[in-house]
């Protein structure tokens, strides 16, 4: 009895252009979904001092940006463990 060939053709083991962009895109989008997960879990704990002093007009641009900052987290991490 022969085994069966070990070799491997060349010509499947190279990936395509497209694959390989999507396949760095498929390796760098999982860490931001991570991140983007987790940033929007522990984001409002930042809110709380802001809030239980109340907020001066100084501090009003800041609350602005944590909520922008908040709902860039939540895009990003939305698809996180599926």
């Known amino acids: 009895m022969s085994s069966p060939s070990t ?3 060349e010509q499947h083991t ?3 252009l497209a694959d390989g ?3 760095g895109r498929r390796l760098i989008a999982a ?7 987790w940033a929007a879990v ?3 704990f930042l809110y ?4 239980t002093k109340g907020l001066t ?3 009003t641009p800041v ?3 944590l909520l922008l900052l908040h709902v860039v987290a939540l895009v990003a991490g939305h698809g996180y463990n599926r």
């Open 21 to 23: 962009a999507a396949a």
């Open 48 to 51: 709380l001092p802001l809030l």
């Open 42 to 44: 522990v984001m409002p």
């Open 31 to 37: 860490p931001l979904r991570f991140v983007g997960f």
């Open 14 to 16: 190279k990936v395509p």
């Open 7 to 9: 070799l491997v053709d």
């Open 57 to 59: 007009p100084s501090e």
């Open 63 to 65: 609350f602005v940006g």
